[in-house]
């Protein structure tokens, strides 16, 4: 089964980094795009990044642009997202979703809270 | 970057059909369409169907999405207790380089 775990979330003050993880499996993750999409409280979905199947390239929202950063690590089945200057804005639920058409997998989300 | 637009409610007796929408542009739901994705409180977004009318495996065919122009739909028919939740589309758009999402529409079913 596909699995999507994501990790690294917590409580981080304005101005602060955190390093988000999420572990793949059950899939070949290099022949997939892979995206981060948050959901602030209460709120709808907001897509964040997306980096291609050998990081070939990168695209962001202009909200987080030249403050958060996408990789991957094909070997370890890893999607990462480093997130710098965080601001209180930045409060959501973080989730990796795997790109085929649309977001056909989603992982259960890591919950950053700037404050 | 500009999202979506969907209309923040709609509700439909048991049984009735239910027909959501989600309009924007040339850029995106009029070039590679739209995919359509449901989330109950407290889970993550499930696809629905994606580019328009394909559904992915296990996915109730009472469940249905086309497009017109700039403006793509999701019909649900026979609506019964779990259809009841939020509605999102999203779509590729190629002038932004990004996704974009509506900003999701409520399905009451009474």
């Known amino acids: 089964d596909v699995q999507l775990l994501e990790s690294g979330g917590g409580l981080v003050q304005p101005g602060g980094s955190l390093r988000l993880s999420c572990a793949a499996s059950g899939f070949t993750f290099s022949s997939y795009a892979m995206n981060w999409v948050r959901q602030a409280p209460g709120k709808g979905l907001e897509w964040v990044s997306v980096?291609?199947?050998?990081?070939?390239?990168?695209h962001y929202a202009d909200s987080v642009k030249g403050r958060f950063t996408i990789s991957r690590d094909n070997s370890n089945n890893t999607l990462y997202l480093q997130m710098n200057s965080l601001r209180v804005e930045d409060t959501a639920v973080y989730y990796c979703?795997?790109?085929?058409?649309?977001?056909?997998?989603w992982g259960q989300g890591t919950l950053v809270t700037v404050s | 970057q500009a999202g979506l637009t969907q209309p923040p409610s709609v509700s439909k007796g048991l049984r009735q059909t239910a027909t959501l929408t989600c309009t924007g542009n040339?850029?995106?739901?009029?070039?590679?369409?739209v995919a359509w994705m449901q989330q109950h409180q407290g889970h993550p977004p499930k696809l629905l169907s994606y580019r328009n009318n394909n559904r992915p495996s296990g996915i109730s065919e009472r469940l249905s999405a086309s497009r017109s122009g700039n403006t793509a739909s999701l019909t649900i028919t026979g609506l019964q207790p779990e259809d009841e939740a939020d509605y999102y589309c999203s779509a590729w758009d190629s002038s932004l380089s990004a996704w974009v999402f509506g900003g999701g529409t409520k399905l009451t079913v009474l």
């Open positions: 980096i291609g199947v050998s990081g070939r390239y990168e």
């Open positions: 040339s850029n995106n739901v009029g070039d590679e369409g």
């Open positions: 979703a795997r790109e085929s058409g649309g977001f056909d997998y």
